[in-house]
């Protein structure tokens, strides 16, 4: 299987989501990536949209491959390649990723709390999962704000990934799971990098009719 582009990974999960439609779910995007496809997805479900602050935190000298990740509150989720990053170098990485955080907090949303995920239906959206520790330090940070339920709806993960983050989700939506899996990017045919303002607009922009 292969994806035009986000939008259309977007429109497919919002399919493969319909049955949560009526449920007023809040819809939370990673950034960058998933956020505009978590617009798409909540303007489809009649939900609302909110962006989720995770951090990959990246394997010295390679980094696409993630040793953690970081949350807004600051927990660290350890990976499966934890032990192979020196010590140092993970102390810098983490204060690294904490200032993007702080700064994209203030300019997507202006400084503005997350919306309250209490009592509600919450989907976490992204374009696609690796290892999967991004997605799971996003769903435990939400548990933690206790909603009523937890889905995670991503467009490709290698099926490894999928058993990481089902431990921390009520329900896993993936379109495709290959047992070979290299990078995210090679199932878009345009994988483009999504701008900040990108994001701003996906997250201030009104839905018609609303």
């Not at 303002?197 to 009104?206: P, S, W």
């Amino acid at each position: 299987m292969r994806f035009d582009d986000r939008d259309h990974a977007a429109v497919m999960l919002a399919r493969a989501l319909a049955h949560y439609r009526g449920q007023h779910p809040l819809v939370l995007g990673l950034p960058r990536g998933g956020v505009p496809m978590a617009r798409i997805i909540a303007d489809a479900l009649d939900g609302d949209v909110d962006v989720v602050f995770v951090r990959k935190l990246r394997m010295p000298g390679q980094p696409e491959l993630a040793i953690g990740a970081l949350d807004e509150s600051g927990a660290v989720i350890k990976g499966r390649y934890w032990d192979y990053a020196p010590v140092d170098y993970v102390d810098q990485e983490l204060r690294h990723q904490r200032e993007i955080i702080s700064g994209r907090r203030r300019r997507y949303t202006r400084g503005q709390p997350p919306i309250d995920t209490a009592g509600r239906l919450v989907i976490l959206v992204d374009d696609g999962v690796a290892t999967g520790s991004s997605m799971v330090s996003a769903a435990r940070a939400i548990r933690q704000r206790k909603p009523a339920k937890v889905v995670i709806a991503v467009a490709v993960a290698p099926p490894e990934s999928i058993a990481t983050i089902e431990d921390d989700a009520d329900d896993v939506v993936c379109l495709y799971s290959p047992e070979e899996f290299y990078a995210v990017g090679q199932f878009f045919d345009d994988f483009s990098e999504v701008s900040d303002d990108a994001v701003i607009v996906a997250l201030t922009r009104t839905p018609a009719g609303r």
